[in-house]
């Protein structure tokens, strides 16, 4: 790991004696890039955030998902904005979109497995009792015989924990934990991510990945949504299938041979795959639809470094109409909060962009699909960026725009992560205010939004959320508002279009995040990881193409 201190992390130290003392030196570009955003005046309007979210989160758009009339007319109409703003279209030869083709599973039948010993008896596993399986993407029909299966604790590879060492996992099956080891913290972190598990078990040759469900709660979900359709992306780089066990079937299958691996991966890193002596067969049967989806891109191209980029970014769909109207015969899930909001403010950023100082990088409004279905509008474009993600010099990511009176607090998931959050604390002690987590860090936000693919390609990714300090009534007047909301309607019916909105903390917020992006494009300077951030190796390996 490269330890490093730029030009922002010098200057932004700096912050809170400046608001009391006499300027330090700091780095010339730094504190140029600075004093031009601190200096802009971006106009924001309550008004016109309401009448996006009043469209977007219309009956006519049906809960905007993909594929379907929601995502015409929803890309419609952010085209339109932006044409009529004189942005540029930011997609591949002159377009506006970048073609998302994902993929809906639906089981045909339920799956069917079974394993052999070392005695050479068979076993039938049940599913929905023993184990739950699904396909990946490459093909709905799954037929694996006699597949090794492979023990690998918390399938955690970095540098200071190594489940696998030097394993070849090549036409194997790995069984691993859900999670990270409690070394790592008991708050969420890319290592205990679904990605990462992944792409380890894909880089040593596995066809399957199997979480250990040890909890009752955690395999009950997973029985739950194994008989739902889900989406991938089409193509993705997937195992053949991945799946979850419970203990009691584990143990049938590994007996003293997986406690013991268990108890060792539980105190410390496994060093290599441990082979639990036993062979898997699988039969998955699933019918696939193709969604013809798509993001939508577009772009103030820089004045001076028009190859670097900082982006800003939200999703635009969201889930839908539900199978069956409630009693007033609303079906519509129509997402005013979430994400029309999310949206409303990325057209209103590019409007403040377009009417401001023209800025150096490029900057690019990036609005995704499929965020809904589990990050993969995101997805797709980190596996195929328009613009190379080692030349993107940071992600705003706007999902959910906080409805609350002024808070103290400015909420960022995943609060430490990044020098975005020194710059932002800047500018939020001249409204008063100060950078917090989001005061809910078990929930392990961070990965569950759309900057995170940002993150997991190494690109320093920034999320804000609802500040819970009120300035009139504190905490204890916040956190109950907060939550009150969240009840009432986050992935609701209840979801629609309010005359009422307080867009109080939403024009603070976008008015912090205009400066943020403005500083980062204006300077020379690329905004780092913090030293404990897990994402700083894979932003190391492409130094080379940013000098």
């Known amino acids: 790991m490269i330890l490093r201190r730029s030009p922002f992390v010098a200057f932004a130290a700096l912050a809170l004696a400046a608001c009391a003392t006499a300027p330090v030196p700091a780095p010339r570009q730094a504190a140029d890039a600075f004093a031009a955003a601190s200096a802009a005046t971006p106009q924001f309007s309550a008004q016109r955030l309401s009448d996006h979210i009043k469209y977007l989160a219309s009956d006519e758009l049906e809960g905007r998902f993909p594929g379907l009339v929601g995502e015409r007319l929803t890309l419609a109409y952010l085209q339109a904005q932006y044409e009529a703003m004189g942005l540029e279209p930011g997609g591949r030869d002159g377009s506006w979109l970048q073609p998302v083709d994902l993929l809906r599973f639906t089981p045909e039948r339920a799956p069917t497995a079974a394993w052999t010993g070392a005695d050479g008896a068979r076993h039938v596993l049940t599913s929905g009792a023993d184990i739950t399986l699904r396909a990946g993407a490459a093909d709905p029909a799954v037929r694996i015989a006699g597949a090794p299966l492979v023990f690998a604790g918390y399938g955690v590879s970095g540098p200071i924990w190594d489940d696998y060492g030097a394993a070849d996992l090549t036409g194997k099956i790995v069984v691993v934990l859900r999670g990270q080891p409690a070394s790592m913290g008991a708050d969420p972190n890319f290592y205990g991510s679904t990605t990462h598990k992944m792409q380890e078990a894909l880089k040593r040759g596995a066809v399957g990945v199997i979480t250990l469900q040890e909890q009752d709660g955690r395999w009950r979900r997973a029985v739950a949504g194994a008989t739902r359709p889900q989406m991938t992306i089409k193509g993705a780089q997937d195992a053949r299938f991945t799946g979850s066990i419970n203990m009691a079937a584990a143990t049938a299958i590994g007996g003293p041979v997986l406690e013991t691996a268990l108890a060792r991966a539980k105190t410390g890193a496994l060093g290599g795959a441990v082979d639990l002596g036993a062979r898997l067969d699988v039969d998955i049967a699933e019918t696939t639809e193709v969604i013809y989806s798509n993001n939508l891109l577009a772009k103030i191209s820089g004045t001076e470094r028009p190859g670097e980029y900082v982006f800003y970014s939200a999703h635009w769909d969201h889930v839908g109409k539900a199978k069956t109207p409630n009693a007033e015969g609303d079906d519509i899930f129509n997402g005013a909060w979430d994400n029309a909001s999310g949206t409303a403010g990325l057209i209103e950023m590019a409007r403040a962009f377009k009417a401001g100082p023209a800025p150096k990088r490029t900057v690019v409004f990036l609005h995704v699909t499929a965020e809904e ?40 998931f995943g609060v430490g992560k990044s020098e975005l959050e020194d710059i932002l604390g800047r500018f939020a002690a001249v409204q008063g205010r100060v950078v ?63 005359a009422d909105y307080d867009f109080t903390a939403a024009l603070q917020n976008l008015d912090l995040l205009y400066r943020l992006g403005l500083t980062v494009a204006d300077s020379e300077s690329w905004p780092a990881w913090k030293p404990t951030a897990e994402f700083n190796a894979i932003r190391d390996r492409t130094a080379d193409q940013r000098r």
Request: negative net charge; without cysteine; glycine residues 12%.
């Open 436 to 498: 917090t987590g989001d005061g809910y860090p078990e929930e392990g936000f961070y990965y569950r939004s759309d900057h995170f693919n940002f993150a997991a390609g190494g690109v320093p990714a920034l999320m804000p959320w609802t500040g819970r300090d009120f300035i009139e009534g504190g905490i204890e007047a916040g956190k109950p508002y907060y939550e009150g909301q969240m009840e009432r309607y986050y992935h609701k019916l209840t979801d629609e279009w309010r």
């Open 373 to 412: 279905q589990g990050l993969l509008g995101s997805e797709a474009y980190a596996a195929d960026p328009v613009y190379p993600l080692a030349r993107t010099a940071a992600d705003i990511n706007i999902d959910m725009l906080p409805f609350t009176p002024a808070t103290r607090d400015v909420a960022v």
